[in-house]
């Protein structure tokens, strides 16, 4: 089925409680259009080339939201996936392939800015700037969730410092006003 040319991105909300996924079509009607999935399942039947970022819980009965993740990259989806969980982050998120996590409650705010920063970078495969937001996200989540112990035994955590800390200095040349940027990245509340 064929729809009309778009001129608002298309933004698919996967999440088990259906209130919940509603809830965020909603509070994203004005800039975005949804398509709601209530389940892992489901989101990888809706998914198709025209979504252009998936607002994802990691939780659901059906199918979890990892392995929707996994799935969507294995088919070659590369839009940004944003999770939106109420699931306490772990070091595993280090070798996820998503693009920015959010821990419920979310507010609409964080949610409208979350999208926006990751659908402004265009249609483009993931750059080296993506790569870098995608690592100080995980690196940001983890600093607030885990302790500085927890987080000195994990090497994964180490190589993802040392990645972030690479990148930034060729990124601080090549892109205009990088450390506002990412000042800007960091300032968008995570949790309420």
Known sequence: MSSPARSEPLVLVV?????VAETY?????????????TGGKEALELIDDSVDAVLLDRRMPDMHGDDVLAALRERGYDCPVIMATAVDPDLNILEM???????????NETLQNTLEKHLDTGPDEKSELDTFLSLISKIDVLETELTRAELAESEEYERAKQRANELAPRLRERVEDFDELVATYRDIERES
């Open 25 to 37: 079509a909603l509070r994203l009607e004005a800039n975005y259009e949804t398509r709601i999935a």
């Open 15 to 19: 999440d088990d409680e259906e209130d």
């Open 97 to 107: 392939d998503f693009d920015d996590y959010l821990c419920k409650p979310i507010f």
